[in-house]
């Protein structure tokens, strides 16, 4: 059925009926949160895009429904000419509600992305709480900062900036900080740290960031896993001589140099300010540019009062080329020359001098640095500056509608009791991405303002009453379909809203239906009587609903790995591992066209890979050998679809990549750490990124190979390679002698290095031991174990990464990996690895405390542990490290139930055997039944799922 613009979110969206035993939604996840519990907030999604809200009641941030992303963000919400925070929130799959009350009012608004639609939701609740009547002042800034690009899309995805698109992580979040109360007129140009000044052709951003053997700090710099389409515009240095340059606080007034208003003139032509004693940098000597040159100086901090002059003679002119950067960040002050006109960029603003250069003359350059803007001075002139980032830059904006006299306006001021067909159009000059705000509600006002518009409402409000305001915002490449689409959503919101929810509860009742028209499998239902493992094993359910996107790829609906800050395309290889046999249950034909994508590409030189555009991302992950031949794995021996082995997938079968996976530790032999097991290098970022002893050789990822050779055995036993299979074998015992070796008692494992050894207690060592050595180990080794996941590991309801006491905790901060809290998925694998030791209490009881640590919402990427009294915690989604609200690996958690406590092991191990496929409904016992398993047999032929 086709729909047209605007209603097909309306049009069927009816809940399915929910299988019994499956809860409703709203016993799933959603309370109620104070906004001080809360260190990151949440999220929306709607199968499309994703986005932030934030701190106020209306605004967002991080919208991105590829081939459109946003930039900064949509507007704040002031309430009789106040600002005011969210203090509390409620999310749910569908929406976000904030709420504010004080003074007698109560604020609530609930913001939606329309299901599987470029269209944005909100409506505010105005309620007069007061003994009598009140008028209250609402006014709402509109904007939409909106580009469309079909290039850019990686982890580090393309952000719209008044100067451009590119990920700039740290500005958007002190941007997003201004909409705290009382913080609009924070300073946010600025990064923070010392960055080295370079002359000439920039460094580019990598792995590192201004040295190679710099270390990688997340508060101020993330790592460039961009798209290989991603072209960097700045790549050669500016021609000519550079001389007398100097750094230094200055005694001039640079706390604000560059005015607010962009119409306002350039300031007054007046001296250069005059440098204090306190000289920053100084280095006189004259420095040749040419096109290739890069010159290195000191490192200083950006700070406002600083003054960066120097003198510039050019050799040539009608090139593009680059004078001086600081750092090499995103929001990096930079100078440039393209033609014969200089350049001034920072923090996403790029302006150009006024005045040309002339060839071979002498020219005095300043630049002043100020909290809010910066001023770049030609020959004691200045000639640009930046300012505010919603300057109408890069946007035009036009407001429209008819006063209530009747007259039309467009383009100017629109006001009266009330306006009619109010609308706000938005066009990016940059691209064809329009926007238009339309209104359930007619405002009273609507004003321009910068990149959009201020609507004000005027409301008289009785005592007890409420009034219900409505926005939207429809967002696209066709400006008459956008208008239609803002005009037919807006005058059916309530329809649209609801539509948006019943949409959601459709799709999480099709989720467990056989035969449903959402996914191409479905998900087992779980009966228990024990409610908080019945909640954990649903919410793991509901983290995979609320990742599936529909459009991100153009092959098939995928799973995202996390967001909202970053990857609206991005999938790990790794974080899908920790749900493969869920993956395979619930989305069968997907997981089998990603998987060629996957094994298509160089997996061995990156984490995962950009779904829209294709190209890899990232640098590699010792894990990647592990995930692929799991999923791999999972996906033939849950659908029965053996044909798949024989599957081109690239230069080699999917049957070549499992035994290249399986073998992959051969080459990653080193005789300094023994010759045995793998090496997995020194470069901790292909390992946990974050714990910086963990590296070289590791007892879990060598587990893994152990594993992963026993099950390579069985599938070459089946398809008649006996001797192989046998060589795989003796190969994967002579592995887990090794790792075995690696003991340190306690249980705790070595990590084995060129010059010597440490001892580390990681909970991914643990459950990857546990999993593929757990019938090896003693009867001590596993009670030590076990002693060890409950007094180091284990910490209600959530857990730790890293023991706390371990050596190296001190140099780990991250709450995903480190002693201060848990990646989302290690609860999953602690309680599988507990199971697997015969601890099957212990795993049901870490699994239905999880429940308790998710914010309100799901887990995030990062969950930390907060302390507020001695021995007493309580843990929320962490906000620090660059971490993500919401993350895939959530749904280890339901995985645990069906591996762990259900035996649900689909395994190349008992292909040809005659061990029986689990039947429809698996009971266990203390635990309860599972019903609706669909697990084929493996028999040639097989059909591939659609």
Partial sequence: MSAEPGEHWISGAEPGERPPGVPDLDEVAGEWVEAAELAHLPSLRNQRGQAHVNHDLTSLSWLAAPPYSFGYHTGVLRVDGTMVDAQRFRWKPWGVRREHRSGGLSVCTDTRLALAEDVLLWQIEITNERDHAATVTVEQDLFAPVAHSEIGWGWLYNVPWNGGDHHDYHSLERIRDTTRAGRAETPY???????????????????????????????????????????????ESAKGTLRALRCARTDADAADPAPADAADPLPADAADPVPTDAVVL??????????????????FELRAGLSLGFEFRPASLGHAGILLTHGNHPDSLQLGLDGDRLWIGICGEREYADQPL???????????????????????????????????VRWASTVSGTEVSGTEVSGTEVSGTEVSGATVEIADRLSPARARYAFATPPSALVPLGVGATATWTLPLGPGQTRTLGVVCAYGTDPAVVATVAARTAAALPATMSGTEQGMRRHWANMFTPG???????????????????????????????????????????????????GPTTTFYWDHTEWSRMYALLEPAGLRSWLLRALTGPYDASFGFDVRGGGPLGNNYSSNHYSLFRLTEHYVCVTGDLAFLDEPAGAATVAEHLERLAYGWRDRRDPATGGVLADFGDDSWQ??????????VVAGFNAAYVGMLRSLAGLLRFRGRDDDAERARVDADRLAAAVLDLYAGSGRWQVRHPGGTDTI?????????AAALGAELTERQRTEMVTFAVQKLL???WMRALAADDPIAPFCDRADHGASGAFCAWPGVTAYGLARLGRRDLAIALLGATPGAASGALWGQAMELVEDDPGRFRVRVAELGVANRDSIGGAATAEAVLSGLFGIEPSFVDLGTGTPVPPGTVRCPDVGELTNLNITPAHLPAVAPR
């Fill in 189 to 235: 140009l600025l990064g923070s740290g010392s960055r080295r000044l370079r002359l000439g052709r920039p460094r580019q951003p990598g792995i590192q960031r201004d040295d190679d053997v710099a270390p990688m700090l997340l508060e101020h710099e993330l790592p460039q896993h961009v798209s290989v389409d991603t072209v960097y515009p700045h790549r």
């Fill in 282 to 299: 100084d280095h006189p000597a004259a420095v040749d540019l040419d096109r290739d040159s890069a010159v290195s100086l000191d490192e």
């Fill in 358 to 392: 002339r060839v071979g003359q002498w020219h005095g350059i300043t630049v002043v640095v100020g909290d809010h803007g910066i001023v770049l001075r030609l020959d004691g002139r200045p000639v640009a500056r930046t300012g505010h980032w919603s300057r109408p």
């Fill in 516 to 566: 449903n028209d959402d996914f191409s499998g479905h998900l087992p239902t779980l009966r228990t009587a024990n409610a908080d493992l019945s909640r954990a094993y649903y919410m793991g359910a509901l983290v995979a609903l609320y990742l599936r996107n529909l459009t991100a790829s153009p092959t098939e609906p995928v799973f995202l790995t996390g967001g909202p800050r970053l």
């Fill in 687 to 696: 390992l946990l990124e974050c714990v910086p002893n963990y590296t070289n």
């Fill in 761 to 769: 207690g990681h909970s991914l060592d643990f459950g990857l031991v």
């Fill in 795 to 797: 910490r209600a309801p």
